[in-house]
C-alpha cells in the first residue's frame, strides 16, 4: 500500500512538471516551437514538438547552458552541453550564440562550433556542422545569416560570413564567404546566385539545386562539338 502511494505521488509530481515545462516552454520557446511547425510537415502539434523533438530539446539546453556561460560560471555549462548531446546527439557549445527560430530538423550528428553565431529564422538539417580549421584563438566559427538553410550533412569551416537568404546544397563544403540570395553546393562550395533576387520565404529543398561546374562543362561540351563539326565540314569542303 505505501509502494502504490508513492508510486502514485510520484506519477503526480512528474505530471506538474511536465505541465510546468509545457507551459514554460511555450512562453519562451514560442518562435522555436513555430518554426518546427512551419517548417516541418511531419509536426502536427506544438505539444508533439515540445515532448519528442530533440532538436528542439537541445535548444532549450543550449539557452541554459549559454546563460551560465554569459555568467561565467565554470565548467557547468560544458558539463549540461555534454548531457545534453548525449541526450539528443545534437553538440552545440555554450559560447555559441543563435538567434530566434531556430530549426534544427532531426539533429543527429550536429556540431555547433563555440564561436559561431546564427541569424534568426535558420535551419539546420541532420549531419550539418557549422566548425574551425585550425587551432587558432578568437573568432574561428562561421557566422550564419538570417533565413538560412544548411542541408543534410553540409559543412561550414571558419571564420566566414554566410549572408541572408543562403540556401546551402546537402553535403556542400563551404570554406569561403557566401553573399546573401545564393546557392551554394559541392566540394568546395560553389556559388549559384539566385538572381540576386530574395525568394520569397525560407526554401527547404537543399538537394534540387543548380551545379553551376556542371552547368559549365555542358556548356564547354556544346562548343567543343560545335567547333568539331566546323572542322569536319572545312575539311569535307576542301576535298
Known amino acids: 500500500m505505501i ?4 508510486l502514485v505521488q510520484l506519477i503526480i509530481l512528474f ?21 518546427a511547425l512551419e ?3 511531419a509536426a502536427t502539434s506544438a505539444i508533439e514538438v515540445m515532448l519528442t523533438y530533440s532538436g528542439f530539446h537541445a535548444i532549450i539546453i543550449h539557452r541554459i547552458t549559454h546563460a551560465l556561460c ?15 548531446r548525449g541526450i539528443t546527439g545534437i553538440e552545440i557549445h555554450p559560447g555559441a550564440k543563435i538567434g530566434k527560430g531556430l530549426f534544427i530538423d532531426h539533429g543527429m550528428g550536429v556540431v555547433i562550433g563555440e564561436t559561431t553565431i546564427i541569424g534568426d529564422n535558420v535551419t ?20 550564419i545569416g538570417n533565413n538560412v538553410v544548411i542541408g543534410t550533412g553540409a ?14 546544397g546537402a553535403n556542400a563544403v563551404v570554406i ?18 539566385k538572381e540576386g533576387k530574395k525568394v520569397p520565404g525560407i526554401n527547404l529543398d537543399h538537394t534540387s539545386l543548380p551545379d553551376p561546374l556542371a552547368n559549365a562543362l555542358e556548356r564547354l561540351q556544346h562548343e567543343i562539338d560545335k567547333i568539331e563539326t566546323e572542322i569536319k565540314e572545312w575539311h569535307r569542303n576542301k576535298e
Not at 554569459?70 to 545534453?84: H, M, T
Request: charged fraction near 20%; hydrophobic fraction near 40%; proline fraction near 7%.
Open 3 to 6: 509502494l502504490f502511494t508513492v
Open 15 to 35: 505530471i506538474i512538471l511536465l505541465v510546468i515545462y509545457m507551459v514554460l516552454a511555450s512562453i519562451f520557446f514560442k518562435e522555436e516551437i513555430q518554426s
Open 39 to 41: 517548417r516541418d510537415p
Open 70 to 84: 554569459n555568467a561565467k560560471v565554470p565548467l557547468l555549462p560544458r558539463l549540461i552541453s555534454q548531457i545534453g
Open 124 to 143: 539546420l538539417f541532420q549531419g550539418v556542422t557549422l566548425g574551425g580549421t585550425g587551432k587558432e584563438k578568437g573568432k574561428r566559427h562561421p557566422t
Open 155 to 168: 559543412k561550414v569551416l571558419g571564420n566566414i560570413n554566410i549572408g541572408d537568404n543562403v540556401n546551402v
Open 176 to 193: 569561403r564567404d557566401i553573399p546573401p540570395n545564393s546557392t551554394v553546393v559541392g566540394v568546395p562550395g560553389r556559388v549559384a546566385r
